[in-house]
């Protein structure tokens, strides 16, 4: 698999690309070198991405990572201090926000409470002299396409949130825009919408093959729709890849913190050959890992183990770290268990054998050489 | 017009559909309120409006039937005297027509000059934004009384704007600015605006920006987000600014009396001529109540289409 990191980069001087490019030439959506300033206050730093036409990219982080800045600097609503951004090969820095083509979906739907669901929908038809006939029946098109068909006459505090966000989605797609650009929408939605939506808006995004950019700090969100995930913390990209890669494959500790909630084991390299080495980790137990290249002994590096694959099973090989249940939640098939190893807190997420293990409980936590990664000390993978 | 009728009416119907989901909540599950302490703590509040306000409104249109016997002397003989003179005699319905008149220009005219001061507190990026807002209110520091005095010094015979003309020889004796309708306008609008200001204000701050964003990024210059949502959206607060000031300026009194000439007495004038002057009680009684109830129902009417409330969030700014 192709590995993506931040050292990558920084020796490659082509921009990251998210998406298949090789089939269109000409990327959707082109950002290069964007700093992004509100006053001293660097919001973006040396963000630079590259968008395949009719892919699905997610900006994953924190709130204040920068991620939404991004999307409002493409959509003309924030200005750039330094770079270009470009929309089908056509510089967009200087061209004001109504002359962009773009879809825009907010949070909080952003309809106009005033007008009815037909007027908020034909909105950005009306500004492109779209003949009255051509409108309606457009109109029906796109209010069938997010299954809410008949709700013409009403106004948006007649519908539900999930109605909502569906009408503002139809108003956004609706004038066949270059790129469709999502600002976290379903953070609104109760958890049950928040799912089929989550269906929903992949289904008509690849229906009309639309270039889609969704802003999101959830990462199911994040996993379950896109093509490619821009991973993004402090105003910087940490890690570009399919969902695939940037879970399994994290680059750096905080992409693999951010996704999924590893544990993160400190050590020591003890000793190494060629095919792995063993860590003596801080919390006192000495653990094997596979490591591609020769690691120096005395090296300080981070143990990262996802909750999935530590098992507290008896009789699972590889390492055992031997320590007491803390917590212990209880989730049908699985459990979620915080084990205390010598004064360091990790979670497992095992499958129950038999009856559940239970608060106060000795056990050891074990996992195999291959199912861990490995940082080095400045939080970049290893292997 | 119509348009704008229904707009408001959307913006009632939603609100009371917000408001009394709200209620049904907060009241299903504990009330806010223990009912005894609640009639305890309003209670002087009922009274004084009760004994000060109510009970002086009806014991007036208990006077419109009183029969008047000369200037001071009233008798208790109930007629309908009083009202059949109102409705039979223009020259009340003039001063009606022409307070409605005064009324709605001072009303439009606080409208077009106030929407722009409301329009660009609200949009600028001034840090101090209250300081703007305090600017407004200023005026209400000194005596309304005071200020409308003011005028006399600006608009009069010897007024600042006289002098400097005079001296400067480009009018070679004073304008007659002073005592016109004009000045009696011009005072309206002074101590009225600050009223529409606000009003427009609160309204336009209630509006999310984010839909001027989306208005954009579909297409919209910034003038035709404006049209599209700024100016419908901030209507509520337009209305609720040109009840106030059309209320207000219909039902004012000092600043005719002291900026306008006889001939530009408002029905509050002649209410205060009918009693003071010929010390007809029963007939001043009856002109009170007149324009006490058109006055409500233009309040009533508006509230019918757009909310009171509107008005009291303006006030409380």
Known sequence: MHDTTMSDASSDPRPFTAGDSSQGGQPAVDFRDIDIAYGKFMAVKDFSLSIAKGSFVTLLGPSGCGKTTILRSLAGLVDITTGQISIGGRRVDDVPIYKRNIGLVFQNYALFPHKSVFDNVAFGLKYRSVPKSEIAAKVTKALEMVRLPGSEKKLPAQLSGGQQQRIALARAIIFEPEVLLMDEPLSALDANMREDMRVEIKKIQKETGITAIFVTHDQEEALSMSDQIVVMNAGRIEQIGTPQQVYDEPATGFVANFLGKANMLPGTVSAADSSGATVALECGSDVKVAAPRALAKGDGVTVVVRPQKLSVTSGADGNRLAGRIVSASYLGGSAVYEIDIAGSIVRANSAIEGKPLAEGDAVEAGFEPHDCILLDAQGRRIA | ?317
């Not at chain 2, 959307?10 to 917000?18: C, H, L």
């Open chain 2, 1 to 317: 017009m119509t348009l704008v009728r229904t707009k408001f009416t959307v913006r009632a119907e939603m609100k009371m559909g917000e408001s009394s989901e709200r209620m049904n909540t907060a009241t299903r599950r504990w009330k806010l309120y223990d009912t005894r302490l609640a009639w305890a703590l309003v209670a002087p509040a009922v009274l004084l409006l009760f004994f000060l306000l109510i009970l002086p409104i009806l014991m007036m249109a208990v006077y419109t039937f009183f029969t008047f016997v000369t200037a001071g002397v009233e008798s208790a003989t109930l007629t309908l005297a009083n009202w059949q003179e109102f409705f039979t005699d223009s020259y009340y319905h003039g001063f009606l027509l022409k307070t409605a008149r005064i009324g709605a220009t001072t009303a439009f005219i606080c409208a077009v000059v106030g929407y722009f001061p409301a329009y660009f507190i609200w949009a600028t990026n001034f840090k101090h934004k209250w300081l703007l807002l305090l600017l407004l209110i200023v005026p209400f520091w000194i005596s309304f009384i005071i200020r409308t005095f003011s005028w006399i010094n600006i608009l009069g015979q010897q007024g600042v704007i006289n002098v400097t003309l005079l001296k400067l020889g480009i009018i070679s004796e004073p304008l007659p600015m002073l005592y016109t309708e004009g000045a009696v306008v011009m005072g309206l609008i002074h101590f009225l605006l600050p009223y529409m200001i606000l009003n427009v204000y609160v309204s336009l701050e209630s509006i999310d920006r984010t839909l001027i964003d989306a208005a954009r990024s579909m297409g919209c210059t910034n003038a035709q987000a404006f049209r599209e949502v700024t100016l419908p959206l901030s209507l509520p607060g337009l209305g609720a600014g040109l009840l106030l000031c059309f209320v207000l300026a219909a039902g004012s009194y000092v600043t005719p009396q002291l900026l306008g000439g006889s001939r530009d007495a408002l029905f509050g004038n002649l209410i205060y001529d009918t009693i003071m002057g010929q010390l007809n009680w029963p007939m001043g009684a009856t002109l009170s109540i007149v324009l006490f109830v058109l006055l409500g129902l233009v309040a009533a009417a508006y509230s019918r289409y757009v909310g009171l409330s509107q008005i009291v969030k303006g006030l409380s700014a």
